[in-house]
């Protein structure tokens, strides 16, 4: 089984910062990565899809990037409303990674 | 407008039975891929398993074979999730979701909003 690895489990960031996550995955999975962002209790929401593509009414500044496997997902300027935590999956097998909580400083 | 509507939380005691539903509209149920995610307390996304409602073609995670049975009645636009003998350890939220497959993408486009299910004596 392809396994994910999504890095940090946590972080924290001001209003304004550009925030990365990681996700690297076990073997070569070609594009076949999504992203997702889960509110505190809602369900999650698909940002990403296919590694690099934004899902249609998610603002621009969430991007994706990478292939094979590592893959990177920004969000170029954090807002208080993106406070979420934040899933890779890769769709080979559908599994997701571990989630990344992004809080504010 | 796509929607999956969930049915209601659920507390049930160990060993009981149980099946939670997943209603479909606003597009065509029988030509999209249903799944369903488990999330424990304070825990991560976890994938269970898929339907077709085509033609009831059903898949499940390794970790989840076995312990949970999928299915769907596509005259009525729903899929569910059962259990035959409920434990504590499936206490969590479960979400279903479209999964949009295509040549090159598979993708979890639209969610539920979920059903609480908790398993207390």
């Known amino acids: 089984d392809i396994q994910m690895t999504q890095s940090p489990s946590s972080l924290s960031a001001s209003v304004g910062d550009r925030v990365t996550i990681t996700c690297q995955a076990s073997?070569?999975?070609?594009?076949?990565l999504n992203w997702y962002q889960q509110k505190p209790g809602k369900a999650p929401k698909l940002l990403i899809y296919?590694?690099?593509n934004l899902e249609t009414g998610v603002p621009s500044r969430f991007s994706g990037s990478g292939s094979g496997t590592d893959f990177t997902f920004t969000i170029s300027s954090l807002q208080p409303e993106d406070i979420a935590t934040y899933y890779c999956q890769q769709y080979d097998n559908l599994s997701f990674g571990g989630g990344t909580k992004v809080e504010i400083k | 407008e796509v929607q999956l509507v969930q049915s209601g939380a659920e507390v049930k005691k160990p060993g009981e039975s149980l099946k939670i539903s997943c209603k479909g509209s606003g597009y065509s149920f029988t030509s999209y891929w249903i799944g369903w995610v488990r999330q424990m307390p304070g825990k991560g996304l976890e994938w269970m398993g898929i339907?077709?409602?085509?033609?009831?073609?059903?898949r499940y995670s390794p970790s989840f074979q076995g312990q949970v049975t999928i299915s769907a009645d596509k005259s009525i636009s729903t899929a569910y999730l059962q259990w035959s003998s409920l434990k504590a350890s499936d206490t969590a939220m479960y979400y279903c979701?479209?999964?949009?497959?295509?040549?090159?993408?598979?993708?979890?486009?639209?969610w539920g909003q979920g059903t609480l299910v908790t398993v207390s004596s």
């Open positions: 296919d590694a690099s």
């Open positions: 339907i077709y409602p085509g033609d009831s073609d059903t």
């Open positions: 979701a479209r999964l949009l497959v295509g040549a090159t993408t598979n993708r979890f486009d639209y």
């Open positions: 073997q070569d999975i070609s594009n076949y």
